[in-house]
């Protein structure tokens, strides 16, 4: 089976670092996603990584290890926006569906 | 204008009605899912299509039946909705690109009482 792990939930503090973790075992290998989802909306995309080590995007950034079957997502000066839930997902090969992971619900506080 | 348009965003029924849901789309791609999302359970696959002439089974796909007018149009339903059947559910679409990156449709809540 396809098994995609990641923290249910996490808390942080404005203006601070986050870091959410995804550990992955998929047959197949072909990219990950993270998806940013607010409540009650869609997931909108935030990055994807199909090499070792880590793609920076402004305030969030992404890393990678193949190896390990392991990325994170970064997070810097957190903004009370940043509150949502972020998803993990495996692209096993062009011709099969993303598998998501169940979410991690982050909370940002003042 | 979205580019996937899901319609109706919301809607609340009865036991054992017959519920369709849409979802057209104007990004041109040629694949279409339908996910639902619950509260701890992340997003799960019902449905998906990679062309007209294309239906595939995801992992929840009981329950539930689908079908693909048309390139652009792609319709789930619930031939008897039963209250497990309250979610809220996606639509998405994807290209032909190697990535696999999805498109979600705005969702669709549906309560069954």
């Known amino acids: 089976g396809q098994n995609i792990d990641q923290p249910t939930e996490m808390t942080a503090t404005e203006g601070a670092i986050v870091q959410i973790n995804c550990t992955y075992q998929?047959?197949?290998?072909?990219?990950l996603f993270w998806y940013q989802q607010h409540a009650g909306e869609a997931p909108t995309f935030l990055s994807y990584?199909?090499?070792?080590g880590l793609e920076e995007k402004g305030r969030f950034s992404s890393f990678l290890s193949r190896s390990k079957g392991y990325s994170y997502l970064l997070l810097k000066e957190l903004q009370m926006k940043d509150s949502a839930s972020y998803l993990c997902?495996?692209?096993?090969?062009?011709?099969?569906?993303?598998?998501f992971g169940k979410g991690t619900r982050l909370s940002v506080i003042a | 204008d979205a580019d996937v348009t899901q319609t109706p965003r919301n809607r609340i029924t009865k036991t054992g009605k017959r519920i369709m849901l849409e979802c057209s789309q104007t990004?041109?791609?040629?694949?279409m899912y339908w996910y639902r999302q619950d509260p701890g359970l992340g997003l799960r696959l019902i449905y998906y299509?990679?062309?007209?002439?294309?239906?595939n089974k995801g992992e929840i796909s009981d329950g539930y039946s689908v079908s693909r007018q048309a390139q652009a149009k792609f319709s789930l339903s619930l031939e008897s909705a039963i209250p497990n059947q309250t979610a809220l559910y996606f639509c998405?679409?994807?290209?032909?690109?190697?990535?696999?990156?999805?498109?979600f449709g705005e969702g669709s809540r549906l309560t069954v009482l």
């Open positions: 997902a495996v692209s096993r090969s062009g011709n099969t569906p993303l598998v």
């Open positions: 990004k041109g791609h040629d694949r």
């Open positions: 299509s990679f062309d007209v002439k294309d239906i």
């Open positions: 998929t047959s197949g290998f072909n990219g």
């Open positions: 990584n199909v090499l070792d």
């Open positions: 998405a679409t994807s290209g032909r690109e190697n990535t696999g990156e999805l498109f």
